[in-house]
């Protein structure tokens, strides 16, 4: 059976936001990860922390703390030295 990506939604307020990691791909291309971590509108004020990748350069538009957004977002896990890991990536943020 074929898997298929886990996309969720959430909508909430930036509360920090983690020094930008920048690079250089094997192509000799730029690039750069910025982690945030906001607080969500729900009921029970849930936090998480998310990362925006740009592989062309930096991210485009980046977020301050107390923005207000709606975040579109992937988790993916993956296993490092035989412990698993999630990763929370954004697919699409629009400011509210």
Known sequence: MPTKEMKCEAEG??????????GITKDGKDWERRDYVME???RYHSKM???????EGPVDSPLSVGDVIRLRFVVEAFQK???WYNNVKALSIERL
């Open 13 to 22: 307020k930036i509360l920090y936001e983690f020094t930008p990691v920048r």
């Open 40 to 42: 969500t509108s729900e």
């Open 81 to 83: 030295e035989n412990k």
């Open 49 to 55: 922390r998310f990362s925006m990748t740009s592989f």
